[in-house]
């Protein structure tokens, strides 16, 4: 039977009813660092514990992935279903800038300062029908239309 | 002890698939001792590097076995930088009076793939792909624009000018003007940088004979001296390629570290530098590259890059010989290459890309993965 795995153990809490992006904050500095550290970059200190990071963010900076990349890419996509991706920077408040896939790929639609959400979902499936997944940044939506 | 530079050669950048990249370097050494009016036996120590073609060291095979101490030196694009350094710190120190610096390349064609475990990132980084450099420079440049309101045009602008110092440069991989509306129109790789404001991984080889200072005339009647080599590494809070995270308050970056460094310990400032080469790995880089070595103020660069400053006639020469663009990056040899073009430029050999005005003070700098930077200061 096929499950949900998540793409590494302990980049994110998994499986969660809300699942988060883990870091790890340095008990010496304050600094937090994304994904989990054994130590602080900061200050070398290397008491450090793990914490759950917001879940929203302002998007810091962002690009178009417009060509498929080399391995170690590895996704279920070949040369002909290649699909542009967004990349970007979140801002997550009190913590770090987080790198991430977008879910948005029209530049049109990005722009710096936007809020986003931190959602995870399905990055590839394997051969045995387990679903890989992956953390990705997508636009918060806009609130409806009034009347 | 001062360190000059008395003898430079290099092997034409570009493609060439009759020479491997060893040779290619051997070939550029070769040059080198000629110009210096030395023999490979005379030099007592040697660095070297190439990311892709072998280890350095095995120019002894071409060149002959003299015994002598040569280092292999891997410090990615401030490979030869660091080449640089270290063959500095040998004579300056008094342990040689004479060596050799060696950097040569053969890479594949397209984006560079880097190993994310290699870095100390785990593999999924790579495996979304994130594991990209044109996406980090990419996302530098955009976060530039916004704040300092720089326009996709100048960037276009950037990569036209080194095309065009590249066809006056008989060494430079691509020899043929682009405007910058073609610039413009390329494909999008990485918004907003398009394909021809991208270099490429290339082929290449440089060489260069420093001696002691008080000797130089020995070799050459115009020896350019070392005013200053520095190496800096990034530190906690700079944005930089491969990263999964950054911190959220953030720091200069080793550009602006090494550069500082460089400037200090050679007893100059900007305004005293006659021609400069900027590590241009694409159009964006060039620009805030100029700021970041203290050639202008952030956002200055739009009316310096459209009024033309930059170009070989103009108050602030910048990568003369073509840069990364026009050359490709054999990353081995890619930051010597720079030293090359300084050395000409200051001994007034550059031909068509020659600086008007006796140029008497040169610098160069290389930025390269995962937060280096490298900076020399050259003078007449
Ligand atoms: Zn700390």
Request: hydrophobic fraction near 40%; glycine fraction near 12%.
């Amino acid at each position: 039977m096929s499950k949900q795995v998540p793409i590494v153990e302990g980049l994110f809490t998994w499986p969660a009813e809300q699942p988060a992006l883990l870091g790890s904050r340095c008990n010496n500095c304050g600094v937090a660092a994304f994904p989990v550290a054994q130590s602080c970059m900061a200050c070398s200190g290397q008491d450090v514990s793990v914490e759950e990071l917001p879940g929203r963010g302002t998007l810091w900076t962002w690009t178009v992935q417009r060509f498929m990349p080399k391995p170690p890419y590895h996704s279920n996509e070949t040369p002909e279903t290649f699909q542009p991706y967004g990349v970007g920077y979140l801002e997550l408040p009190g913590g770090v800038r987080v790198e991430g896939r977008l879910t948005e790929n029209d530049p049109e639609k990005i722009r710096i300062g936007m809020e986003m959400d931190v959602v995870f979902d399905t990055w590839r499936t394997e051969d045995n029908g387990d679903e890989i997944i992956t953390f990705f940044f997508r636009p918060v939506s806009e609130p409806a239309q009034e009347g | 002890m001062d360190v000059a530079i008395v003898g430079i050669g290099i092997h034409p950048f570009g493609r060439t698939p009759s020479r491997t990249g060893l040779q290619q370097g051997a070939y550029a050494a070769r040059l080198a001792l000629q110009d210096a009016g030395v023999e490979w036996k005379d030099m007592q120590f040697a660095f070297g590097g190439s990311a892709s073609a072998g280890n350095a060291d095995a120019l002894g095979n071409e060149l002959g076995l003299t015994g002598i101490p040569f280092i292999n030196v891997a410090n990615g694009c401030a490979t030869g930088g660091s080449s640089l350094m270290a063959a500095y710190a040998a004579i300056k120190s008094g342990e040689h009076d004479i060596g050799l610096v060696a950097g040569f390349d053969k890479h594949d064609r397209g984006a560079f793939n880097a190993d994310p475990a290699a870095l100390g990132i785990g593999q999924w980084y790579g495996e979304v792909g994130l594991m990209m450099t044109t996406q980090f420079f990419a996302m530098k440049i955009q976060k530039y624009m916004h704040d300092y309101g720089i326009s996709a045009d100048t960037l276009a602008k950037v990569a036209e000018k080194a095309f065009s110092n590249g066809a006056l440069n008989p060494n430079a991989w691509r020899r043929e003007p682009v405007s910058a509306e073609q610039v413009a129109d390329s494909m999008m790789l990485n918004d907003p940088l398009t394909k021809f404001m991208f270099c490429s991984p290339a082929e290449g080889g440089v060489a260069l004979v420093l001696c002691r200072a008080d000797k130089a005339k020995n070799y050459c009647d115009s020896p350019v001296y070392l005013k200053s080599a520095v190496l800096r590494s990034r530190r906690f809070g700079s944005f930089e390629v491969f990263a999964p995270s950054q911190a959220l308050q953030q720091v200069d970056g080793p550009t602006v570290d090494a550069s500082k460094a460089a400037f200090e310990m050679a007893g100059v400032g900007p305004g005293d530098i006659d021609v400069a080469q900027l590590q241009d790995t694409e159009s964006g880089a060039e620009v805030m590259h100029m700021a970041e070595n203290g050639f202008c103020e952030h956002g200055e660069q739009e009316q310096l890059i459209q009024s033309g400053a930059t170009h070989i006639g103009g108050s602030m020469p910048i990568n003369t010989d073509g840069g990364c663009l026009a050359n490709g990056e054999p990353i081995g040899a890619s930051g010597l290459r720079q030293v090359y073009e300084n050395v000409l430029q200051l001994r007034g050999q550059a031909g068509d890309h020659q600086v008007p005005g006796d140029p008497r003070l040169g610098y160069t700098h290389v930025y390269g993965a995962p937060g280096i930077s490298a900076v020399t200061i050259l003078q007449r």
